[in-house]
């Protein structure tokens, strides 16, 4: 998602729109924070503690995870509906409303990062811009999580507004590699009706 003081395609704000009106009920129905559990436990191994950021907080449901278990958090989101859900219910979080194609954070300010469900709305001709930036913010050789659905091309959810832009799982392993990252682990999760792609990366030095 997008940052709405940015000039916004239409899909972009439809989909920033619907997590906008939605927030209460989608906070309520997307917010165990075991559903990642088997993922976040291959994301410790890899970085037991550190200061975290993560690209689309949503609910807050990660953030828990990343809180209990000591890890430094800053999570950045642009729908204020979300934000506000997550505050709500994470209060030992930050929150910012930032965008993913604007991040103004140092150098080198995290030891990783964590994005599920999130680059999926970011149009294709972009996502090179997008990675890099997140590249930047990282220290050589942090440690991310990203999940993308997969698919070809990309998709309009007509009863929702948004848009998702779909991957093959070498697809977006190529994409990783030419933005400098390492992909450390390829999973695949299938939960109906989709298929989810995710990739445990390093940042190259």
């Not at 970011?122 to 999580?145: A, H, M, N, R, Y």
């Not at 590699?177 to 298929?195: C, D, Q, Y």
Request: a negative charge; proline letters at 3%.
């Amino acid at each position: 998602m997008m940052q709405q003081e940015l000039k916004m395609s239409v899909k972009e704000q439809q989909t920033i729109d619907f997590y906008d009106s939605k927030a209460q009920a989608w906070g309520e129905t997307h917010n165990d924070p075991a559903y990642f559990e088997p993922e976040f436990e291959l994301y410790q191994e890899l970085l037991a503690c550190g200061k975290i950021l993560e690209l689309g907080s949503g609910t807050g449901r990660d953030a828990v995870q990343f809180l209990k278990n000591e890890y430094e958090y800053v999570g950045i989101d642009v729908s204020q509906g979300l934000l506000d859900f997550a505050q709500k219910q994470c209060p030992a979080g930050t929150f910012l409303k930032k965008s993913m194609y604007e991040l103004d954070f140092a150098p080198a300010s995290f030891d990783g990062f964590w994005c599920a469900a999130t680059l999926l709305h970011i149009p294709k001709t972009e996502i090179d811009k997008v990675l890099q930036s997140i590249k930047k913010t990282i220290k050589p050789g942090g440690v991310g999580f990203i999940s993308l659905k997969e698919g070809n091309d990309e998709f309009f959810e007509k009863h929702t507004g948004r848009t998702f832009f779909l991957y093959s799982q070498q697809e977006f392993s190529d994409i990783l590699t030419r933005n400098g990252f390492v992909v450390e682990h390829e999973l695949k999760r299938s939960v109906a009706p989709n298929s989810w792609l995710m990739f445990f990366v390093r940042a190259k030095n």
